[in-house]
């Protein structure tokens, strides 16, 4: 018989890579990860792990075994439901990651929307950059979190992980009212290309969010959709700075509708046809947990005021 609490250390080092990676996140010693799967290894009567240079790799077999982890600890999540849904109230903590905009944007009226629907609830809340929010699920570190992606960048297949859609806004190229790096300009029409709307800013130097981010990703890849290499000058994650170093004339940056509601008064602030897309993550089969569900319902009221019509 093979041991589910095995079969989900398989998994973990299929997505980090190395058993030191999965023994950090699952706060076991690296030799007890491989000791455990070691005895997977025999219960399995196959080999699953093999050497290769410093690093361990999965066999054949063992990636066949974590497609069916994979649907295994799915249904058990639905169990986990399932049961929680037979007990009478919601309560209990609440383990929520958030991305750093959606901190202030989102969180606060989605945690009152809960507090007054489900009081028993505990939320706790975390920031976490949302390509680590897989893994945090995963480790059993959130149980649920509020995540993004943006036109050119995607977001990446993951079995493991669950998503539904909470809000979809468009993205604005904020700049200097009157610089020397670029000609100042109103509020675009719907139907000017990204070319076109990039174009007076193809030599300006630029702010993006941190190399290695999806917002640093975006910025890149929308410039080269509009036929030039962006000359970054500053790399911060905050939308606010961003608009503060616009103001100022220190370069041209993209931020989402919701950071737009602050803007200095000097930031010319222009709508592209370019969109994020925030969405609540959470465990495959925990969908139709009763804390996971009433989540997604607080943020759904939450964000309702900010919806844009389709595109």
Not at 160 to 171: C, F, H, K, Y
Not at 238 to 248: E, G, P, Q
């Amino acid at each position: 018989m093979l041991d589910v609490r095995r079969l989900h250390l398989l998994r973990e080092l299929d997505r980090r890579g190395t058993i030191a990676a999965v023994a950090e996140a699952l706060t076991f010693t690296a030799s007890a990860v491989s000791q455990q799967l070691s005895v997977l290894e025999r219960e399995a009567g196959v080999p699953l792990l093999e050497r290769s240079g410093r690093r361990v790799v999965l066999t054949p077999a063992g990636r066949t075994l974590v497609t069916h982890a994979d649907a295994v600890l799915e249904r058990l999540e639905l169990a986990v439901s399932e049961l929680a849904g037979a007990r009478e109230g919601i309560g209990g903590p609440l383990r929520i990651g958030t991305f750093p905009s959606g901190g202030p944007a989102i969180v606060p009226a989605t945690l009152a929307e809960l507090a007054r629907r489900h009081p028993a609830l505990e939320p706790m809340v975390q920031e976490i950059d949302s390509a680590r929010v897989s893994d945090g699920l995963r480790a059993g570190e959130l149980d649920v979190a509020l995540v993004h992606d943006y036109d050119f960048v995607p977001a990446s297949p993951d079995t493991t992980v669950d998503q539904v859609p909470l809000l979809e806004e468009p993205m604005y190229l904020a700049t200097g009212a009157a610089t020397d790096t670029g000609p100042a300009r109103g509020p675009a029409e719907r139907g000017d290309t990204l070319a076109e709307l990039l174009g007076p800013w193809t030599t300006a130097p630029w702010i993006t969010a941190r190399d290695g981010t999806t917002g640093h990703a975006m910025a890149v890849r929308a410039c080269q959709a509009a036929g030039f290499q962006p000359r970054i000058r500053h790399q911060v994650n905050d939308f606010r700075t961003v608009l503060a170093l616009a103001a100022i004339g220190q370069g041209a940056g993209f931020v989402p509708q919701m950071a737009t509601a602050h803007a200095p008064e000097n930031v010319v602030l222009t709508r592209l046809p370019l969109f994020r897309r925030s969405k609540v993550a959470f465990r495959a089969g925990g969908g139709t947990h009763p804390a996971i569900a009433a989540f997604v319902a607080a943020a759904r009221t939450a964000v309702a005021p900010r919806a844009v019509p389709p595109h």
